[in-house]
């Protein structure tokens, strides 16, 4: 009797060391031997719970702000949200704000070695004609000196030189007919639809009496707000470098200085228009067009592109503009 209480005692530990060996892995788990699956379940909750960094948030659109001026748009550059607009989708005169399209080809053709920022230009007799035009922005090219691209360059974007732009067309594409050809093919492929070049300066066609060489001598550029603000975003998205110039005060050239046409600019010292942040972009003047600009401005990891069409004078322009961008980064 004794010997079967001993042998089921003994049996009975058997088992339950047998049993303690089979669970031992399971009670040995710890969290960081948990599979990879596990691990990452975990980590996923905790991004979407208590470690995630809130999003910022969107920008919200503007109410009627009753700008004077006949169309306006602002948009954020990065996303291409409408945030203001009035009558945006009119196609009006841009003036020289068409030069973005002639800066965004030259930047271009220098980006694909067609062209180099040292190369050198000869002044044709259109050129000179327009540069020395009396009331147009210049700066007086003269006829059998050697310009560079980058001066030329520079001269148009932050002067907004006519004889400068016309300088440029002609060293991309031979002459500013065929250069046009390139302006609308390339204002095509961006989707703008309400967009017709004929010259190269914003210029009307009048303006260049006989030198014109696309449309009639009653034709002018012509674009919308909404499609101005789609040109000035791919400019800057392709080539940001241009806000390296555009920012710029004030233009040496030569013996001479020639002031930034855009008076938003902190650096303009204007206190009743400068805005912090701003940096570009295009202004425009002509008697059919009004007076135009095509701001940006950055704040905050925030860019905003904004158009403002017809204005009555050179400063309301930039006072509107300034409204909007006050308004968009209110809190």
Known sequence: MKFIKWGTLVIILFVIVVSGVSYMPFFNHSDTQKPIEKLSAMAKDLGT???????????????????????????????????????????????????????????????????????????????DTISNHPGFASVHLQKGRPYTIRELFEATAIHSANGAAIALAEAVAGSEKAFVVKMNKKAEAFGLKETHFVDSTGLDNRDLGKFFSTGTLSDTNRMSAKDLAQLARQLIVHYPEILNI??????????????????????RHQANLAFDGVDGLKTGFTDEAGYCFVGTVKRNDVRLISVVMGATSSTTRFSETKRLYTAAFAK
């Open 246 to 267: 555009t920012d710029q005060p004030k233009l040496q050239f030569e013996q001479q200085s020639f002031m930034n046409t855009n008076l938003m600019l902190p650096a």
């Open 49 to 127: 719970t208590k470690y995630k960094q809130p999003e910022k948030p969107a920008l919200k659109t503007i109410a009627n702000l009753g700008l004077q001026a006949k169309s306006v748009i602002l948009i954020d550059a990065k996303s291409g949200e409408v945030l203001y607009e009035k009558n945006s989708d009119q196609a009006l005169p841009t003036a020289s704000m068409s030069k973005m399209m002639t800066e965004f080809l030259v930047l271009e053709a220098i980006h694909n070695q067609q062209l180099t920022w040292n190369q050198t230009v000869k002044i044709s007799d259109y050129v």
